[in-house]
């Protein structure tokens, strides 16, 4: 099976590869897996709490490179959203971008798994934060 | 389910290797295509696949895992229909920390986990048949949910020692 090019360029190159501290309020964290492909994906993200501002995204991802491909496309896309407006970005918009074949949808899916799971750590994290404040 | 009855069995996660391998035999002794030269094309064509499902049965079968696999497939529990949600938090925190670990690991580290990850498997392995013979008494969707969860860290500790192997060959 041949990647496309946006796909060897993710993996060649992967944007904002690392991690972020876990206990930060305000960074969200979303560690998801696929068993069937033994892959797993870590994202993280880092909120502005007064303007709900994506300011820093970081993936670690040990899997095939669609996988890598799509948390790395993630984080980009995920930078300077607003947290609601980061919840829209769908598995298909990933699976366009990166001209993934419908073996590697999965690839995709995981990514946005990874994307929600990130997002709902955060808003948890921020209710008890303001209850602790409150 | 079709592999289990076209070698004449009822389906049971915990197979005799020897009796199964005899059946294989004589099933496909009973399809061998030089029996079937006389027969209408319609029975050829019958015996033919049943060979080639026999074949696959076979295959499938005689592998405990791979076995376990069909079994769960065929009982809503299939690997590929499994979202994130199913896998167990701790289990990707750890299979995350243990590849982090071998990333950074230098040879002996290294040749040290692949030990380490081989001795889980066979935990792993030891935890599955003691399930296996579990549902061969009673088949409760319980106990194949509990191994679908000791397949999935299989599966993850598999890849853990291929990328063991990757990084030894190196």
Not at chain 1, 60 to 78: D, M, P, R, V, Y
Request: charged residues 30%.
């Amino acid at each position: 099976m041949a990647y496309s090019d946006k796909v060897v360029d993710h993996y060649n190159n992967p944007r904002n590869v690392g991690s972020m501290d876990k206990a930060d309020p305000n960074v969200g964290t979303g560690m998801v897996g696929a068993p069937e492909c033994g892959d797993v994906m870590k994202l993280q993200i880092k909120v502005n709490p007064a303007t709900h501002i994506i300011e820093d995204a970081k993936f670690k991802t040990f899997g095939c490179g669609s996988a890598i491909a799509s948390s790395s496309l993630a984080t980009e896309w995920l930078k300077g959203k607003a947290v609601d407006e980061a919840l829209e970005i769908k598995n298909t918009d990933i699976v366009n971008e990166l001209a993934l074949p419908p073996v590697k949808i999965h690839c995709s899916v995981l990514a946005e798994d990874a994307i929600k799971a990130a997002i709902s750590d955060y808003k948890a994290k921020a209710i008890t934060e303001t209850a602790v404040t409150a | 389910m079709q592999y289990f009855e076209v070698l004449g069995l009822a389906p049971r996660l915990t197979l005799d290797l020897k009796d199964l391998e005899k059946r294989f035999y004589a099933k496909s002794r009973e399809l061998h295509p030089d029996r079937f030269a006389r027969a209408p094309q319609a029975e050829q064509q019958r015996a033919l696949e049943l060979s080639s499902l026999l074949n696959d049965a076979y295959r499938t079968l005689r592998e405990p895992v791979a076995r376990a696999e069909y079994v769960l497939k065929n009982s809503g529990f299939d690997i590929g229909e499994q979202r994130s949600k199913d896998v167990p938090a701790e289990l990707l925190e750890e299979v995350f920390e243990l590849n982090m670990a071998l990333e950074e690991a230098d040879r002996p580290q290294i040749e040290a986990a692949g030990v380490r990850f081989e001795k889980l498997r066979a935990e792993i392995d030891q935890e599955l048949a003691t399930r296996f013979g579990q549902w061969d008494h009673a088949a409760e969707s319980g106990t194949l949910a509990q191994i679908r969860g000791l397949l999935n860290r299989r599966r993850y500790i598999e890849n853990l020692l291929r990328d063991v192997n990757v990084h030894l060959s190196n």
